[in-house]
């Protein structure tokens, strides 16, 4: 081959990697204007030149690995067994002398992904000389070829095929050998890494695991090892949540170190954060997978909750968390975040009797510390743990809730934020209990958080404990309080309405429309008498709220006005009907174009038009055809369809695991993706019997 077309063939590679569009694009091009032949000749010719640069070389691997995963059938078969033969020896050799590591784990990649296209469904291994290779790498004294050989392995645990069983002393022997490596911690890292891949896709074989016992001890030793490195490559110990998770057996004899270990690296504040975490996520998904084992091992929990708690203290003091008005997406990686999500875990893996007692041994000297934080942490842990302490947790509801209630009136706002959120998780998952005993307290201090018109954030926040109340509260309860609650929602409505216009802030206004369409809901007909309180203001929102920013409050209060339409029925409800089913076609018909997929308002509307045909009955028919778009547009999920006896009855299940029993001879038989597939996009409220019916007929009589 010449030498110039090598050259070009290089420049082309390094224009694939060009940060401009349009060089990238025309490199791409003229790459794909290449056939197969010549795009393996100059792969490989390029990626064996030690001349040409790093990147060059190892964007070459790349792009081989992808066509043996994406076009292999298609060419491979074409080519000679002279051509097939030159393409492997020449992939092994340039991984034998690739000098940069991260290029000869490209080439590993690349290999290994040849080496699965020559296994087929019956494990036969029409290369075998690749198995050779991979020992004969593994038992070498060079460090690279083992760390090669042990990276396939990782890649490609399954090379064995049928032959498995035939070297599984050997497999065994390999890795314990690259585990107990006392020349290379690197080697070391990589045998965890390939034992762990091993192990994982053999998680069924007990012969395997029975093997495999030993090397447990020498495994846990190298993850210690990486962890006091502080490597910036942590899949080590990502390894050991791995195995957590999936073969928590094989992890027993080693529980005490690890645990040990989990909560040393936990309570060391200089590591970086991401190790702690996953430190702790040892021990979480052992609590999970295992939990019986954990609790054999207690003495460690009393141990392990206050760091948790230590870590759930660890918030940023943003002075303007409690006014921003447009909220980001919470730092899902934060240690705080992390570790009420982890005490959550915990609680409904291990249970109330093992954990709740830890747990409430710390929250009293949390909350009457001076710092925010802790009196925070402490709250936002009350919230954690009522799920997993249901049972326990319950009897000393009473306690609690006391000492939950005065914080509503802390000075910090993020701790009345925590209050709140404390409130309407009990309230979730105590209700109705909860409610019966102590809504006259609750009702009261939610009102008084809904004053709170200096922190927004902590104003809406509690609206959105109010809708827990309302979701899980006896009717007769809330009825008891409807006329204080819907004067403040009242008063916080049109205050925030006149905000908005004035200075464009939405965040209260959004929640209000929740909440508010949350208490008509739990009410149903005694909201009657407040209907035309908050019709004409909610009209307005739909009607005006057009702007992109504004789009979730719109579909909301959408969603607002159906749900308010569903509670006082249709006697009501038919005096505003027209205006809102003209507000309603308007946005589909003269806004269909504006309306992105992802729309927020698309899911509401669908919502909606469920709610309206149950409201309207017959009365809907004749708007099917106009609302029949954005139903079939969010309708994209094939459901299945089961055939259960011998009369043909069947029963379709969407991918929100709802069920709709059906029989061919009384239905029409095109209809069962179509009902099935409203009954899925309709996602935010339950299903309407009425529409599929009305829907059945609309879809029966256009197609006759």
Request: aromatic share 8%; with cysteine; proline share 4%.
């Amino acid at each position: 081959m010449a030498t110039d077309d090598l050259a070009q063939f290089a420049a082309l590679v390094q224009s694939l990697l060009s940060s401009e569009n349009e060089c990238r694009s025309q490199a791409e091009a003229a790459y794909e204007g290449l056939d197969i032949k010549q795009k393996l000749t100059f792969l490989l010719q390029t990626m064996r030149n030690a001349e040409n640069a790093m990147t060059i070389r190892s964007m070459c691997a790349v792009l081989l690995r992808r066509l043996f995963t994406s076009s292999f059938s298609d060419f491979w078969p074409n080519l000679s067994p002279d051509e097939q033969s030159t393409i492997k020896n020449e992939l092994l050799l340039a991984i034998q002398q690739e000098s940069a590591p991260s290029v000869r784990k490209k080439l590993c990649d690349a290999s290994s992904e040849l080496a699965r296209n020559h296994l087929d469904d019956d494990g036969n291994n029409s290369w075998p000389e690749f198995l050779k290779f991979l020992f004969t790498c593994a038992c070498s004294t060079e460090e690279a070829f083992k760390e090669s050989a042990l990276h396939i392995l990782m890649t490609l645990p399954g090379i064995f095929g049928n032959q498995q069983s035939h070297y599984l002393d050997v497999i065994k022997e390999m890795l314990s050998q690259c585990l107990h490596d006392q020349m290379s911690l690197q080697v070391r890292f990589e045998a965890v890494k390939a034992t762990t891949a091993f192990l994982v896709a053999n998680e069924g074989e007990a012969n395997v695991m029975s093997s495999f016992r030993e090397t447990v001890t020498a495994l846990v030793q190298t993850v210690a090892e990486s962890i006091e490195v502080q490597d910036a490559d942590d899949t080590v110990l990502k390894c050991l949540i791995e195995l957590a998770e999936t073969l928590p057996k094989y992890l027993r004899p080693q529980i005490e170190n690890i645990m040990t270990l989990c909560l040393k690296t936990i309570a060391d504040a200089s590591l970086m954060d991401n190790w702690r975490q996953m430190a702790l996520e040892v021990i979480v998904t052992l609590s999970e997978s295992a939990p019986a084992m954990v609790r054999k091992h207690s003495k460690f929990i009393p141990l392990l909750v206050p760091q948790v708690l230590a870590l759930m203290i660890d918030v940023e003091d943003d002075e303007d968390w409690s006014t921003a008005d447009d909220i980001e997406e919470e730092d899902n990686d934060s240690n705080s975040i992390v570790a009420e999500t982890a005490l959550d875990r915990l609680a409904c893996g291990l249970g109330g009797k093992t954990i709740l007692a830890h747990i409430t041994a710390n929250i009293p000297q949390m909350l009457a510390n001076s710092d925010w934080r802790f009196r925070h942490a402490a709250l936002m842990a009350i919230s954690a743990c009522g799920e997993g302490c249901h049972k326990q947790m319950e009897i000393m509801l009473s306690d609690v809730f006391i000492g939950v209630l005065p914080f509503v009136q802390d000075p910090h706002p993020r701790v009345r934020y925590a209050a709140c959120n404390a409130i309407g998780q009990m309230a979730t998952d105590f209700g109705p209990l909860f409610q019966k005993k102590f809504h006259e307290k609750v009702i009261p201090a939610i009102m008084l958080v809904l004053d709170d018109y200096a922190n927004p954030r902590v104003q809406a926040h509690a609206g959105a404990a109010l809708v827990n109340f309302s979701e899980e509260c006896p009717k007769n309860i809330l009825t008891q309080h409807l006329e204080s609650i819907v004067g403040k929602l009242q008063e916080v409505l049109n205050a925030k309405l006149k905000e908005l216009l004035e200075k464009g802030t939405k965040l209260v206004l959004e929640q209000i429309v929740t909440t508010l369409a949350a208490v008509a809901d739990a009410t149903e007909e005694k909201f009657i008498l407040h209907y035309d309180k908050f019709m004409g203001c909610l009209k307005f929102i739909v009607e005006n709220a057009t702007s992109p920013e504004l789009k979730l409050l719109r579909g909301k209060t959408i969603e607002c006005i159906s749900l308010i339409g569903l509670a006082v029925g249709r006697d009501k409800f038919m005096q505003d009907c027209s205006d809102i089913m003209e507000l309603l076609l308007k946005t589909q018909t003269e806004q269909a174009d504006e309306i992105a997929d992802d729309d927020p308002q698309i899911s509401y509307m669908i919502s909606a038009w469920a709610r309206m045909c149950k409201i309207m009955g017959k009365d809907f028919q004749p708007y099917l055809p106009m609302v029949m778009g954005p139903v079939l547009k969010s309708a994209n999920i094939k459901p299945e369809i089961t055939v259960l006896d011998k009369n043909q009855k069947v029963v379709i299940t969407s991918s929100l695991g709802k069920r709709l029993p059906l029989c061919f001879d009384k239905v029409f038989p095109g209809l069962y993706n179509f009902i099935c597939k409203f009954i899925d996009s309709n996602f935010l409220c339950r299903p309407s019997w009425q529409l599929a019916v009305r829907l059945h007929t609309w879809y029966f009589l256009t197609k006759k």
